[in-house]
């Protein structure tokens, strides 16, 4: 099953600098993504989402842009924090069907101090 | 703050024995999920539950599981007959209602099927 997809498994970025973490989805039915943040041992924490009839959502130093053309989300995190070290996982659901999500692989955030 | 609770945090048990999972998910919630995670893999969806029924189910979810909704308060997952390739994180997660809301999950229980 690959209808959500996040092609690295990894990122890197220094204390203070922006983390972009890049999601792409196939399924056109999705009309609504979330981001969750997740650490060892522990369940997926919500971290954000976005309705598919909106481009571009908030929330601190948190924002997610949907661009649905390229079927392609991405969460930005300004300014990154060691705490913020974590694997991030990108889901997407069907509102009006259920509502199961989907999970991408996650991508393992490290913040460096 | 309200959260999703599972218990226990870490099951083994026996290939071929009967195993329950369970859940007290957030009170006022009314859709019910869960997924499961095998070591190095995605978060896959399972099953969902809402008004004391199954309303969706993966293909992943066949005869040898189910879940129930007892009492009101807790939700189990049964996996009737334990093989070696169970062994995984399940988590339990609900949503207070079906559309714009995220799903909030427990803290995962490891099974581990020998």
């Known amino acids: 099953d690959q209808q959500v997809k996040q092609n690295s498994p990894s990122l890197s970025v220094q204390e203070g600098r922006i983390s972009i973490l890049n999601c792409d989805y196939t399924?056109?039915?999705?009309?609504?993504f979330l981001w969750y943040k997740k650490y060892p041992a522990e369940g997926p924490t919500f971290l954000i989402s976005i309705s598919s009839i909106k481009d571009k959502n908030e929330d601190g130093r948190f924002t997610v842009f949907l661009n649905k053309s390229a079927k392609h989300l991405s969460l930005h995190i300004v300014p990154s924090q060691p705490g913020d070290s974590a694997v991030y996982f990108c889901?997407?659901?069907?509102?009006?069907?259920?509502?199961?999500?989907?999970f991408g692989e996650g991508t393992q955030l490290t913040v460096n101090p | 703050e309200p959260e999703v609770t599972q218990t226990p945090s870490h099951q083994v048990t026996q290939m071929g024995q009967e195993v329950i999972l369970r859940c007290v998910p957030i009170?006022?919630?009314?859709?019910f999920y869960w997924y499961r995670q095998i070591l190095g893999q995605k978060v896959e969806f399972l099953v969902s539950f809402y008004n004391n029924e199954i309303s969706e189910k993966s293909e992943i979810f066949d005869d040898q599981f189910s879940v129930e909704r007892p009492d009101g308060s807790n939700f189990t997952l049964k996996i009737r007959s334990t093989k070696l390739e169970d062994s995984a994180m399940y988590f339990c997660?609900?949503?207070?209602?079906?559309?714009?809301?995220?799903?909030?999950f427990g803290q995962g229980t490891r099974l581990t099927v020998v």
């Open positions: 009170s006022n919630h009314l859709y």
């Open positions: 889901a997407a659901s069907q509102e009006t069907s259920g509502s199961r999500l989907t």
């Open positions: 399924n056109s039915m999705f009309d609504y």
């Open positions: 997660a609900s949503r207070p209602r079906q559309g714009g809301t995220e799903a909030f």
